[in-house]
């Protein structure tokens, strides 16, 4: 009948072990290339142009973003990879979330000692967000999706599921 529709676009925090491979990279191209200027060109030029490409991969091509489409209540997560490589995480409809709350409720207690319960972090890790959590049961399993959606994006949700949503 209501055909509400919002996508909220985000993109994660690089991880420590990208950040770790970002640095080793460009320690690598500096070393090649004081190799380069002070011993050998013609033998270190080449460990120079693949540092400098492995530099330029790790910058440019490990970039991680996060999408949450909510259609007429259908929630989809997708994960882009270097802006250019999409991958369907989960669909969700709403009947079957129990609750979307905020991060630290303690409503979510038992459900983070519950061993059975999947956790799937969506979420740009990056701190002083306010990251929300959808509990979401089908076929007798546990789902805890953790994201960070905007005021819009809860507002949309709300129109037709506003008891589901703790803010």
Request: net charge positive; glycine share 4%.
């Given at each position: 009948m209501y055909?509400?529709?919002?996508?909220?676009?985000?993109?994660a925090r690089p991880t420590k072990g990208t950040r770790l491979l970002r640095n080793v990279a460009l320690i690598l191209v500096m070393l090649s290339l004081l190799a380069c200027i002070w011993l050998n060109p013609f033998l270190f030029s080449p460990i120079f142009i693949l540092a400098a490409a492995?530099?330029?991969?790790?910058?440019?091509?490990?970039?991680?973003?996060?999408?949450?489409t909510y259609f007429d209540g259908d929630l989809d997560?997708?994960?882009?990879?270097?802006?250019?490589?999409?991958k369907h995480i989960i669909s969700i409809h709403m009947d079957n979330v129990t609750s979307i709350v905020p991060e630290n409720d303690p409503s979510l207690y038992n459900i983070?000692?519950?061993?059975?319960?999947?956790?799937?972090?969506?979420?740009?890790?990056?701190?002083?967000?306010?990251?929300?959590?959808?509990?979401?049961?089908?076929?007798?399993?546990?789902?805890?999706?953790?994201?960070e959606p905007d005021e819009k994006f809860l507002d949309v949700i709300s129109v037709k599921y506003a008891r589901k949503i703790t803010r």
């Open positions: 055909d509400f529709q919002n996508t909220v676009l985000l993109s492995f530099w330029w991969w790790t910058v440019f091509r490990t970039g991680l973003e996060y999408e949450y997560f997708d994960k882009i990879r270097a802006k250019s490589k999409r983070h000692q519950n061993n059975g319960t999947k956790i799937i972090d969506v979420s740009s890790r990056k701190p002083d967000r306010k990251v929300y959590e959808i509990v979401h049961q089908d076929a007798g399993v546990t789902t805890c999706i953790r994201f």
